[in-house]
């Protein structure tokens, strides 16, 4: 190689540079840190899904009966069972034993009622 093709290589053009390479690695900073910041301080969006089974829950307090979702029940029943700082994993046990009840009650008519 010459001396004359190492100095032509050097002058590239930095448009490419700058129109693609800076906006690409700051929109992936912006992201990892959005990312980032959001697992550690915990905010989370709950997506409930519609589901195909409905629940039938009296609410005391109006004295009328509502039709939710599964799994709109099952975290109701998590929020009121246990607070929100106990162990994910905790959470997690508390979310399968209510479903569990849920479609068990669902499945088996109670005689009581």
């Known amino acids: 190689m010459s001396l004359r093709f ?13 129109v693609i390479a800076v906006p690409l ?10 990312s980032l910041s959001s697992f550690f301080l915990g ?8 589901d195909l089974v409905r629940v039938k829950v009296w609410e ?3 004295g009328q009966l509502l039709e939710m ?7 109701g029943v998590v929020a009121a069972e246990m ?3 106990f162990a994910l994993e905790a ?3 508390q979310a399968v034993a209510a479903r569990t ?7 088996v008519s109670d005689p009581r009622v």
């Open 6 to 18: 190492i100095k032509k290589r050097q002058r590239k053009n930095p448009f490419l540079f700058w």
């Open 25 to 34: 690695f700051l929109f992936l900073l912006y992201y990892f840190f959005n």
């Open 43 to 50: 905010e989370k969006e709950i997506k409930i899904k519609e």
């Open 60 to 62: 005391q307090d109006n």
């Open 69 to 75: 979702g599964l799994e709109g029940y099952v975290v």
């Open 83 to 85: 607070p929100a700082s």
């Open 91 to 93: 959470l997690k046990a």
């Open 101 to 107: 009840y849920a479609l068990q009650r669902l499945r």
